[in-house]
């Protein structure tokens, strides 16, 4: 994990780091990205970088279902 100085101080992870965090695959970290549920930045055209904040705010509460299934309401 990296930090960078902007005007504040702000972290970004790599998909390695952002999946390790979150103990998922890097393929599901890729696949938010994808979908827009990850904003995801990119530098040059293979570097691409998740803002640390950003990812926990994309992360949304587990409220148990039928088999697992998740509710909206």
């Known amino acids: 994990m990296r930090k960078e100085n902007l005007d ?7 998909i390695k780091d952002a999946a390790q965090m979150l103990n998922v695959h890097e393929n599901t970290i890729r696949t938010a990205i994808s979908s827009g549920s990850i904003k ?3 530098l040059g055209s293979r570097t691409i970088r998740i803002k640390r904040e950003q990812l926990l705010e994309s992360l ?6 039928e088999l697992g299934q998740w509710k909206t309401h």
């Open 60 to 65: 949304t509460p587990y409220r148990a279902g």
């Open 8 to 14: 504040t101080e702000v972290e970004f992870l790599t």
């Open 40 to 42: 995801a930045y990119r």
